[in-house]
Structure formats: C-alpha cells, structure tokens
C-alpha cells in the first residue's frame, strides 16, 4: 500500500490580483456586479488559476467507489450490491454522471476504492481497493490507521496522475451518506440528528434505524476526535480516498468542484487538516440530503444549484460545470464600455 | 406596419404521456426523484416537445431592443443611448449575452423593435422598428393601440421565420423595469412599490424619483386594464413584440426560456392572454430586481437559477440552457434499472 505523506496546501494572499480581477469585471459592459454569483465565481476561478483570463483545460471527473461495512446493517434503502452495478453503470455509459460528463466533455474516471466485489480491468476504471469494503463502524473503525493513509496517499496518485486544471469529485457508496452524517457530528460538533437525512429514500422506520445504528458508531469510535482518526473510524475508503485527491489538486492550485453531500464530507476532513483547500474549491449545489445545507453553513459555502439533487455520483457538479465555464468567459470574452463604446452610468 | 391576428395556445391534456415519461424517469438508474427538479423539467420538456425522448433543436436566442420615453425622465441610472450602444455590443459579440450564446451554441438574432437611433442592417439584426422609442407613458400611452398591435404581430412573425423547437427571450431597453415594474401592477393588482425596484443601479434617491413618475404613469393610464391595453399604455415596443414572440413559439409548441424580470412581463401579459402559453415555459432564473420573486409567485413559476443576476439580454435564460439539454439527456440516454442490470430499493 502506497504511504501517506501530509500534503501542505499553502494559503495564498493574492490581495493585487483580486484588485486586478474585480477591475476587470466591474468595467464590462454590464451595470456594475449584475451578473451576481457568476462575477464572484469567475473572480475566484482567475485568482485559483492566477490569470485574468483563466481558462478552464481538460476537466476530470473523478468518481471514486467503496463498500461500507455498516450497510449489511440496514442503513440504506439499497442493498450493497448496488455499488459495483453502478461501477459497471458509470463505465458503460448509462449512469447520470456518465450522461452529464459527455454532455459537457468531462473526462470520466472511476476509482475503486473499495467495492466489495472484483472488477474487470478496462479503461476509465483504476483499481486501487484498499480492501473489498470497510469494517463495521457501528462496532469500531471502519478502517485501520494504515488503510487510511493508504486511502488518502491513493487519491493524491490519482489526482497526479491526471492531466488539467479542474477536478469535479464524485463518489458510489451504498451506505456513504451514513458515513458522511457521522464525520459531519464528529468534525463540526452539530447533533446526529441533524447530519442524519434519507439518503437514497429511506422511510421513517428506516431513519430511525439509520439514527441509532450511527449512535453506535459514535460510542464506538468515542476517541476519535482529530480529523484522520475520525476519517479511519467512520469511512468509507470512497471518502478517504477523495479527501487525500481534493489536497492533492489543492496543491496544485486546481479547481476543486465540491458535488454533494459525501463529497463534502470528505472536505471537511482535507479542510480541517489544511483550511486553505477552500481557496480552491467551487461548491455545485446543495443537496436534498438534510444536513448538507448546514454542512455548507459550517464552510461558509455558497453553492451555484439548488435543484433538490440527492443523488451523488458528482452529477451535481456536472451540472453545474457549465457555470464555471461561463465565469470564464466572461472574464475572457467580454467588452469593456471603453472597447465597445458604451456609456457608463450617470448617477 | 403588420396586422395583429390574435394567436390561440390551445391548452394540452397529456395524461398519457405524462404518465408514460414518468415510468421512465422512475425506472432510471437512480433513486426515486433524486434529481429533483431536473426530473420535472425533463418531463415537461418531454410533454411540450411530444417526446419521450425529446431533442432540443437549433435553439434560438432573440434579443428584443426598444427604446423608453419615460427614459428622459431619469428612471435609469443609464442614459437612453446605451440601448443602441449595447445593441451595437450584442452584434460584435461583446455583450455577455453574445459570449453565453457562443458558449453554448444558440443562435443569436437581435430585433430592433423601437431603438430611437437607425441602427445599420447586417447578419442577425432584425429591424422591425415601430417607431424611435415609446412615448412618455407618465403623460399617458407610451404607444397606440395600432402601434402595440404591430408590435405584437412583428414578434410572431420573427418566431415563425425562425427554426428550431425552442426560443430564448432576452430583452435591452433602458427604462425597461419601469415598464415591466408597471405591467405588473396593473395586471397581478401588485402594490407599485413592491414591483419597483433598482433597475441597473439607481440609488436611494434615484428609486425615490422613479417610483414617483411611475405612480403618475399608473395614473395617466388609469382606464387600461385588459392586458393589451395595459402593454399599450406602459410599453416598450421590445416587450410587445417579445410577448407576440412567445405567443407565436406557445401555438408552434416550442419550448420558451424566460430570462428575468423584463421578459417574464412579457409573458404576464401573454399569459393574460392565453393562459396555456404557460404549459410551454421553462424559468430560467430568479432576478435580483426586487419585484421578480413576487412576479414569479404569481405565476406559480419555479426557477432553475438564482444566482444574484440582474442584467437581462437573455442572459440569465442562457446560462441556465444546459441545465435544459441535461433534462433531455437524462431523459434520452440514462439507463433503466433493467437495461443496466441494477438491483432496484429494497424497502
């Protein structure tokens, strides 16, 4: 197993290219800051990218899977299986996320982190499986130490090993969203209820279940407080594996694009080891799922969709890639009132 | 000038296809609902287009432009010759509605409806010019009866000389919140100062001053209260002849994208009118004008955007235009739980 070494991500104080950027948008043809969340966005794409023409080059679309231990135990509507049969549903073409990055010319790579079962080699899938699933967190750690760090060290490859500027992070996962609720009590100190929603459609009898089964793991896993124990105590190899890539492209000063609520557990984790990953990131939306709009409050994070997705897979980022793109070329493309000869406000 | 032949938009019963494009959204590889609202829009892109598997087809962007006569009273914090001057924009492809429309491979086709300065014919300008600029509609009309008529019937025949199966409205017009400030009033029964709002950036002062000139305009225009006679009375000639526009796509069943505050009066008054042109309407954003998120109420309209924007061009209607194509695609090409061999929920 790979070796983990913590990845500094280094905070940047860009203080004359932010004057430049906003310079820039504020003398385009338009009233001054009408295109809203678009100009904060193609603000912060100029200073990740460090240019006043950003351009956004080869996305990837980095999907990453794993089995959770606790989902024999009934915390989701679905039963595991369902994992590996996205798997084999993302690489065929026929899943949302697949559909989403070929509309928009997303590069596709599925990363198995963990799925119980074995898959077939073949293109667009890379198979670093820590393990074939996770332990059982409603009775200790989900993982060891080791496997942890052999998680993180496994992302930050597969982000190095990928051409462009942009990574939009996916995830599969039955069982992830518990997962994701019991990082987000740990890390942020909100109540389990809070962080605990419906995942893939659970019915009340099930979240009540769901509830008490991650009560377990949190008595479990009661020491688990710094942010890589409770990431090895409360999975999944999926989220380990995307938290150690999102400080990886942070590193490298790519763009970040955060899809729901899993995505943005492992987030949580990479934030609380090095905060200035945020710089770097883009959030695509606010998920259905209960606790992710609290989850985004706790980053001070303001997503570009709010379209009641729930479904993962990084189909919230895909949709929202398109934004990110028009943020550029605004910034790129646009007159300003002098070029064009317009004239500026009187009053 | 063109005679006005009142268009009907025969409202749809699709029960059948209704229920038919459900059970395949149902049984796509995901869990029930779980891309929220871009399931009600694949499937109402999928009853206006007939489809259970519907395509969007050369999609057209129409920027309607016309100038105010209420402008010289000061209503805008912009002087009347950044209508022309942005028209000018949009045509060199400077303009944010030009970048968006190139980004995302929308037709673009600017239609002078009444810009007071004679604009030089080229590719992608329509000039149907009703007269150079509206009268003051604070002494009364801002157009005849004749005169809004003939706008009504350029716009519908602008849509039928366009291909395509979907239309975009943006709009330029300084002093055209004003206008869409009053439609609103006068047509939902909206208290004025609730449907005023800053426009391209007035100030405390300046919004003082325009809601004083715009309650004169109510008043001078006190008898009109049918639909058309309101449009007549508060004007512009671009969002008269942008609601014949809508009208014409509604019969022809195109799909209409409604940008913001200014083309969704438009569509107040066309749906005055005809109340089935409705059926046929994707919202695209919620503006930041004030008055837009009550409009939007009104007409029971939930928006795909809210992203802070208040520019209008149609802006807003292409940024949220892929969010369209991805409602199709799911719709087209995702797989069913059987096709793709995924154990369906459990519980």
């Known amino acids: 197993m790979s070796s983990w070494t913590p990845i500094h991500v280094p905070a940047r104080d860009q203080a004359a290219l932010t004057q430049r950027l906003q310079h820039v948008l ?16 193609a603000l912060q794409l100029g200073l990740i990218l460090d240019s006043e023409t950003p351009t956004l080059q080869a996305p990837q679309m980095v999907v990453f899977a794993g089995d959770h231990g606790m989902a024999a135990r009934g915390v989701s509507a679905y039963p595991s299986d369902v994992t590996w049969q996205m798997v084999e549903n993302f690489l065929a073409g026929g899943a949302a996320v697949s559909v989403l990055a070929r509309q928009h010319g997303l590069a596709l790579t599925v990363v198995d982190a963990g799925v119980a079962k074995d ?9 670093r499986k820590i393990a074939a699933g996770t332990a059982d967190a409603s009775q200790g750690p989900a993982m060891s130490r080791a496997q942890c760090e052999a998680a993180l060290a496994a992302g930050a490859e597969v982000v190095q090993g990928l051409p462009g500027n942009a990574v939009l ?16 009590a740990r ?4 109540p389990l209820a809070q962080c605990v929603g419906r995942g893939t459609g659970l019915d009340d009898e099930g979240m009540k279940r769901k509830l008490a089964i991650l ?16 990431l090895a105590a409360f999975g999944g190899f999926e989220i380990a594996m995307m938290c150690g890539a999102m400080l990886q492209a942070a590193a490298q000063n790519r ?17 609380a080891l090095q905060p200035a990953v945020l710089q770097r990131c883009v959030f695509a939306h606010q998920s259905d799922e209960s606790g992710h709009a609290r989850m985004l409050a706790h980053l001070q994070a303001k997503p570009l969709l709010n379209l009641g997705l729930r479904l993962g897979e990084g189909s919230g980022a895909a949709l929202a890639w398109p934004l990110l793109a028009s943020a550029c070329a605004i910034l790129r493309d646009m007159a300003s009132f002098d070029s064009a000869g317009v004239s500026q406000s009187e009053r």
């Open 255 to 271: 763009v970040i694009v955060v899809d729901g609520f899993i995505a943005t557990s492992a987030l949580l984790v990479a934030q």
């Open 26 to 41: 504020d003398h385009k043809t338009k009233p001054l800051g009408a295109l809203g969340q678009l100009e904060a966005l």
């Open 119 to 127: 898959l077939a080699p073949r293109a667009g899938l890379q198979i």
């Open 187 to 190: 890390l942020t100190g909100t």
């Open 215 to 230: 009560e377990q793991a949190l008595q479990a896993n009661a020491e688990a407080d710094s942010p890589l124990a409770a």
């Open 169 to 184: 992070f996916g995830e599969m996962g039955i069982g992830n969203t518990s997962s994701a609720a019991l990082l987000m």
